[in-house]
Antibody, heavy 118, light 108 residues
Framework: EVQLVQSGAEVKKPGESLKISCKGSGYSFTSYWIGWVRQMPGKGLEWMGIIYPGDSDTRYSPSFQGQVTISADKSISTAYLQWSSLKASDTAMYYC???????????WGQGTMVTVSS | DIQMTQSPSSLSASVGDRVTITCRASQGISNSLAWYQQKPGKAPKLLLYAASRLESGVPSRFSGSGSGTDYTLTISSLQPEDFATYYCQQYYSTPPWTFGQGTKVEIK
C-alpha cells in the first residue's frame, strides 16, 4: 500500500525549534516529489513547498520562503519540515503530499498538528 | 502567482440534488486542475485531476469539466457521504501551486 505516515502532534513554545517528518512507503520514494501543505484552524489549504528526494531539488512558495526549511533523507524515505523559531501563527495542521511532476497530489499524509503557545 | 477563485464558499443541498462548484484561475492553466474532498478531521482526498479525470476508486457521480481559466466540479446526485469541503487546485507550470478557498457542502 502506498502511504505517507507523518510524525505525531507537537506542542511548542514561541521561539522553539521543530522538525516534523513524513515517511513514504509502498513506492519508489526518490521518483516522486514530496510537498507540504498548511491548514490553519478553520481555514483552507496553502501550498508551502516541495522537494524531490532523488536530488534534493527544493522549491518554496514565496509566502513560506525563509520561514521554513524542507529536507529529505532518501536513505530512510523520509521528508522533513522544520522551523528554527516558531511563532504562535505557525499553529496549524501540516500535511505532506506526494505527486509526480506535472500532476496532482495523489497521496496525503494523515497530518501533523503543531500548536505553538506560551 | 496564479490565483484561484472558487464559488460558492458554501451551499446547502439535499440528498439526491445535483451540485455544481466552480473555480476560476487568474490565467489559463491548460487543464492542470485538481479537485479534492476534505471531511472534518481528515486529510484531503484527490477526486479528479487534469480537470476531468476521475481518480481510481472515486464514484462516477463526481465529474469535472472546463478549459482555459474556468472549471467545474459536478456531483450528479448528492449522497450523505458527500457532505464535505471541496477544494480546487492548479498545478500548472512552475510553483507555487495554489488552492481555491474551498466550498463547504452542507445538508439542507
Amino acid at each position: 500500500e502506498v502511504q505517507l505516515v507523518q510524525s505525531g502532534a507537537e506542542v511548542k513554545k514561541p521561539g522553539e525549534s521543530l522538525k516534523i517528518s513524513c515517511k513514504g512507503s509502498g513506492y519508489s520514494f526518490t521518483s516522486y516529489w514530496i510537498g507540504w501543505v498548511r491548514q490553519m484552524p478553520g481555514k483552507g489549504l496553502e501550498w508551502m513547498g516541495i522537494i524531490y528526494p532523488g536530488d534534493s531539488d527544493t522549491r518554496y512558495s514565496p509566502s513560506f520562503q525563509g520561514q521554513v526549511t524542507i529536507s529529505a533523507d532518501k536513505s530512510i524515505s523520509t521528508a522533513y519540515l522544520q522551523w528554527s523559531s516558531l511563532k504562535a501563527s505557525d499553529t496549524a495542521m501540516y500535511y505532506c503530499v506526494r505527486h509526480e511532476s506535472g500532476n496532482a497530489f495523489d497521496i496525503w499524509g494523515q497530518g501533523t498538528m503543531v500548536t505553538v503557545s506560551s | 502567482d496564479i490565483q484561484m477563485t472558487q464559488s460558492p464558499s458554501s451551499l446547502s443541498a439535499s440528498v439526491g440534488d445535483r451540485v455544481t462548484i466552480t473555480c476560476r484561475a487568474s490565467q489559463g492553466i491548460s487543464n492542470s486542475l485538481a479537485w479534492y474532498q476534505q471531511k472534518p478531521g481528515k486529510a484531503p482526498k484527490l477526486l479528479l485531476y487534469a480537470a476531468s479525470r476521475l481518480e481510481s476508486g472515486v464514484p462516477s457521480r463526481f465529474s469535472g469539466s472546463g478549459s482555459g481559466t474556468d472549471y467545474t466540479l459536478t456531483i450528479s446526485s448528492l449522497q450523505p457521504e458527500d457532505f464535505a469541503t471541496y477544494y480546487c487546485q492548479q498545478y500548472y507550470s512552475t510553483p507555487p501551486w495554489t488552492f481555491g478557498q474551498g466550498t463547504k457542502v452542507e445538508i439542507k
